[in-house]
C-alpha cells in the first residue's frame, strides 16, 4: 500500500512539475486596462522617429513642412536619416529612439517615418513600463502593426493605425481627402463633442469637402460578408507582421476582439497560409468579429495560380464564422487608408457597413 501511494505521488509531482514549465500563452495574461494619449492641438510637439525601414528624407521633410503649416511643432532626433542596410538603424539605436521619444517630457505625439521592416527585431527590447507612464499619441501602419500589438498588450495604450509621414502626410498630393478626414477626426480635440466616440460609415456615398474635392468618390464600400453585430476592443494590422509574432510573448490576443487584418504584395496562396497559422492557434475560435481591410498582389508577380483569387481565400476562412466579418474595409496600403484606434471598445455592425468607437481613444484637455 504504501508504496502505491509514493508512486501515485511520484506522478502528481512529476505532473505538476511538467505543468509548472509550462510556457504562459498569450491569451492567458490579463488584459492591462486601457490608457488614453491626450488628444492633439495647435502647439504640440510632434516627434518623428524610424523604427523600421531607414527613411526617405525628401517625403518626410514634406511632411514636416505641411504639419507645422497645421500649427504643429516637429522634431526630428539628430540621426532620424541614418541606415544599416535596409533598416534604420542597429536594433538599439531604433529601441533607443522609440523610447526616448516617449520619455521626453516635451513630445505630445510620436509618428514613425515608415513601416517595411524592422519592429519585429526591437519589441523586446521596450521598456514597456515607461511608456505606460508616458502615454502619448502613436501612429504608424504595416510593419508598425508589431509596436502596435505589443504597446496595447503590453501596457493598454490605445495607438493609431494610420497613415504615416511617408506614406500620406510626405505624399505628393497630400493625405487623398477620406484618409484625412479620419486620421484628423482621431487625433484632433477639436473634433470631439460631447458624446463620446463616433462612428465610420464604411459604405460611403459621395460627398464634399468645403474646397468642393470630392471625399470618397474613389472610396470603394466595404462588404457584408458575414452580417451581424459585436463588440470587443480594436486590435490588430497587418497579417504578415500578426503571423511573425505568432508564438512569442507578444503574440496577437484575439479572444473577445474585433480583429483587423490587412495586407500588400502576397499572392492568395501566401495569405491562405498565413491565416491558416491563426486558424490552427484558435486566433478566430473565439474573436468578436472581424475587419478585412485591403489585400492587394504584387503588380509585377505572376499569378501562383489561378484557381482561386483573393477574395475566394478569404470567404473560405471567414464566410460561414460564427462572428460579423466585413471585407475591403478601406484600411491598409491604400491612398484611402482609414485611421483606427487601437485598443478601443468598438461596434462593429457588419450588416450595415459602420464601425463605432464607443469611447474616446484620445484624453480632452
Same mark, same amino acid.
Given at each position: 500500500?504504501?508504496?502505491?501511494?509514493?508512486?501515485? =505521488?511520484?506522478?502528481? +509531482?512529476?505532473?505538476? $512539475?511538467? &505543468?509548472?514549465?509550462?510556457?504562459?500563452?498569450?491569451?492567458? !495574461? %490579463?488584459? #492591462?486596462?486601457?490608457?488614453?494619449?491626450?488628444?492633439?492641438?495647435?502647439?504640440?510637439?510632434?516627434?518623428?522617429?524610424?523604427?523600421?525601414?531607414?527613411?526617405?528624407?525628401?517625403?518626410?521633410?514634406?511632411?514636416?513642412?505641411?504639419?507645422?503649416?497645421?500649427?504643429?511643432?516637429?522634431?526630428?532626433?539628430?540621426?532620424?536619416?541614418?541606415?544599416?542596410?535596409?533598416?534604420?538603424?542597429?536594433?538599439?539605436?531604433?529601441?533607443?529612439?522609440?523610447?526616448?521619444?516617449?520619455?521626453?517630457?516635451?513630445?505630445?505625439?510620436?509618428?514613425?517615418?515608415?513601416?517595411?521592416?524592422?519592429?519585429?527585431?526591437?519589441?523586446?527590447?521596450?521598456?514597456?513600463?515607461?511608456?505606460?507612464?508616458?502615454?502619448?499619441?502613436?501612429?504608424?501602419? =504595416?510593419?508598425?502593426? +508589431?509596436?502596435?500589438? $505589443?504597446? &496595447?498588450?503590453?501596457?493598454?495604450?490605445?495607438?493609431?493605425? !494610420? %497613415?504615416? #509621414?511617408?506614406?500620406?502626410?510626405?505624399?505628393?498630393?497630400?493625405?487623398?481627402?477620406?484618409?484625412?478626414?479620419?486620421?484628423?477626426?482621431?487625433?484632433?480635440?477639436?473634433?470631439?463633442?460631447?458624446?463620446?466616440?463616433?462612428?465610420?460609415?464604411?459604405?460611403?456615398?459621395?460627398?464634399?469637402?468645403?474646397?468642393?474635392?470630392?471625399?470618397?468618390?474613389?472610396?470603394?464600400?466595404?462588404?457584408?460578408?458575414?452580417?451581424?453585430?459585436?463588440?470587443?476592443?480594436?486590435?490588430?494590422?497587418?497579417?504578415?507582421?500578426?503571423?511573425?509574432?505568432?508564438?512569442?510573448?507578444?503574440?496577437?490576443?484575439?479572444?473577445?476582439?474585433?480583429?483587423?487584418?490587412?495586407?500588400?504584395?502576397?499572392?492568395?496562396?501566401?495569405?491562405?497560409?498565413?491565416?491558416?497559422?491563426?486558424?490552427?492557434?484558435?486566433?478566430?475560435?473565439?474573436?468578436?468579429?472581424?475587419?478585412?481591410?485591403?489585400?492587394?498582389?504584387?503588380?509585377?508577380?505572376?499569378?501562383?495560380?489561378?484557381?482561386?483569387?483573393?477574395?475566394?481565400?478569404?470567404?473560405?476562412?471567414?464566410?460561414?464564422?460564427?462572428?460579423?466579418?466585413?471585407?475591403?474595409?478601406?484600411?491598409?496600403?491604400?491612398?484611402?487608408?482609414?485611421?483606427?484606434?487601437?485598443?478601443?471598445?468598438?461596434?462593429?455592425?457588419?450588416?450595415?457597413?459602420?464601425?463605432?468607437?464607443?469611447?474616446?481613444?484620445?484624453?480632452?484637455?
Amino acid at each position: 500500500m504504501k508504496s502505491t501511494v509514493s508512486l501515485v =505521488s511520484f506522478y502528481l +509531482a512529476m505532473f505538476a $512539475a511538467t &505543468n509548472c514549465h509550462q510556457p504562459a500563452r498569450a491569451e492567458d !495574461s %490579463p488584459a #492591462p486596462a486601457p490608457i488614453f494619449p491626450k488628444a492633439l492641438a495647435a502647439g504640440d510637439t510632434i516627434m518623428f522617429i524610424a523604427p523600421a525601414k531607414y527613411l526617405d528624407e525628401p517625403r518626410v521633410q514634406l511632411a514636416k513642412r505641411r504639419l507645422e503649416e497645421r500649427g504643429f511643432k516637429v522634431r526630428f532626433p539628430k540621426t532620424l536619416f541614418r541606415k544599416y542596410g535596409y533598416l534604420a538603424g542597429s536594433d538599439q539605436e531604433r529601441a533607443a529612439e522609440v523610447m526616448a521619444a516617449f520619455n521626453d517630457p516635451e513630445v505630445d505625439a510620436i509618428f514613425p517615418g515608415t513601416g517595411g521592416y524592422g519592429t519585429t527585431r526591437i519589441v523586446d527590447d521596450l521598456d514597456y513600463d515607461a511608456i505606460r507612464r508616458h502615454p502619448k499619441v502613436f501612429v504608424g501602419f =504595416s510593419d508598425i502593426t +508589431a509596436l502596435h500589438i $505589443a504597446i &496595447n498588450q503590453k501596457t493598454g495604450l490605445v495607438t493609431f493605425h !494610420s %497613415p504615416n #509621414p511617408e506614406w500620406g502626410l510626405g505624399s505628393p498630393d497630400d493625405l487623398q481627402p477620406w484618409a484625412a478626414k479620419w486620421f484628423w477626426r482621431a487625433l484632433l480635440a477639436k473634433e470631439y463633442g460631447q458624446r463620446p466616440g463616433y462612428e465610420i460609415f464604411a459604405k460611403p456615398t459621395t460627398q464634399q469637402t468645403a474646397e468642393g474635392k470630392s471625399l470618397d468618390a474613389d472610396v470603394p464600400p466595404a462588404v457584408t460578408l458575414v452580417p451581424g453585430t459585436a463588440r470587443g476592443r480594436l486590435i490588430g494590422g497587418n497579417l504578415s507582421v500578426v503571423h511573425a509574432l505568432m508564438g512569442t510573448s507578444f503574440e496577437i490576443q484575439t479572444e473577445g476582439k474585433i480583429l483587423l487584418l490587412e495586407d500588400v504584395g502576397e499572392d492568395p496562396y501566401r495569405v491562405d497560409r498565413m491565416l491558416s497559422t491563426l486558424k490552427l492557434a484558435g486566433k478566430f475560435d473565439h474573436v468578436a468579429g472581424i475587419i478585412l481591410g485591403c489585400f492587394n498582389r504584387r503588380r509585377d508577380e505572376e499569378p501562383w495560380s489561378d484557381d482561386w483569387s483573393m477574395n475566394d481565400v478569404l470567404a473560405d476562412y471567414f464566410a460561414h464564422l460564427d462572428a460579423p466579418v466585413l471585407e475591403q474595409f478601406p484600411v491598409g496600403h491604400v491612398p484611402f487608408n482609414t485611421t483606427l484606434p487601437i485598443g478601443v471598445e468598438s461596434e462593429l455592425d457588419a450588416t450595415a457597413g459602420t464601425i463605432r468607437f464607443l469611447e474616446n481613444p484620445v484624453r480632452l484637455p
